[in-house]
């Protein structure tokens, strides 16, 4: 089993910044790829950014220029660095765990962008 934990959401205005961070622990060499998704009131949770353990990366269309994810293998950790935020960016972002052909969730951080 994996364990995710995140860290780093929060209210920022439009046009900010924030960075959110994602550390795994447990059977860690299970894992693929780790990401980000994210899901809005009423709306299906949609990709936001994934990277595998060799650092291919992979990001959803609408952020695409704005988000950037990076990840450190030894510290177990993948981060989500969001410039330029917009409204409609609000909703809860998930981290995830890819472990070959199964899923790890952690419990979602909150991210509004509001003015």
């Known amino acids: 089993q994996v364990q995710l934990v995140e860290s780093g959401g929060g209210l920022v205005q439009p046009g900010g910044s924030l960075r959110l961070s994602c550390t795994a622990s447990?059977?860690?060499?299970?894992?693929?790829?780790m990401g980000w998704y994210r899901q809005a009131p009423g709306k299906q949770r949609e990709l936001v950014a994934t990277v595998t353990r060799a650092g291919s990366t992979n990001y959803g269309s609408s952020v695409k220029g704005r988000f950037t994810i990076s990840r450190d293998n030894t510290k177990n950790s993948v981060y989500l660095q969001m410039n330029s935020l917009k409204p409609e960016d609000t909703a809860v972002y998930y981290c995830?765990?890819?472990?070959?052909?199964?899923?790890?969730w952690g419990q979602g951080t909150q991210v509004t962008v509001s003015s």
């Open positions: 447990g059977h860690i060499v299970s894992i693929r790829a």
């Open positions: 995830n765990a890819d472990l070959y052909g199964s899923d790890s």
